[in-house]
């Protein structure tokens, strides 16, 4: 019997320091308008080490190395209408080192519809307003080095209406091959 995936397993890719993380400018789904980590779920065609680093890739331009596998976290998330379910994420989480690449600042052609580009965000402007949770384990995984796996129930969350962003105005054709 086939049973459909209710909680999907995605990927996470941190990259970043004890002063600053890359951070994608997400436009869609549940982390609309937020900063957000390059995240994709795991498909069968490929590993998870292969899926966390094209996806770095194509999301915000930079070759990376995978350091290490940090840990695994359910997040459980309330409905966003009435008419919905709540949802839970499971997401591994693995820390990077770039190796190459150019950051992607501005809109890529390619994501149009998904992000707003790339930047590089100093810790102490990442909040629970601007971020998506991952973005919030990653962040204190990059302050105090630990990195909790227990389950997290995020109580109360919306969809901001307006990017907690700047926005870019321009589109980026030059990494269309990624």
Partial sequence: MIVEQINPLYVCGIVGDETSLIVIKNLTGRFTNRYDL?????????????????ITAIQTGLQTA?????????????ALTADQPREAMINTFYLLEP??????????????????GAARVPLDQLNWSNSSPLVMQAKRYLKTGAFPVADQEIAVYDVPTTPQFPMTT????SNQAL
């Fill in 66 to 78: 995978i350091a290490k596998q940090l840990g695994t976290i359910r997040f459980t998330f309330p």
């Fill in 170 to 173: 321009a589109v980026d054709n």
């Fill in 38 to 54: 390059a995240t994709a779920p795991l498909t069968v065609d490929q590993t998870l080490s292969a899926t966390v680093s094209q």
């Fill in 99 to 116: 190796v190459g690449g150019k950051l992607l600042t501005n809109r890529p052609a390619f994501t149009a519809a998904v992000s707003d």
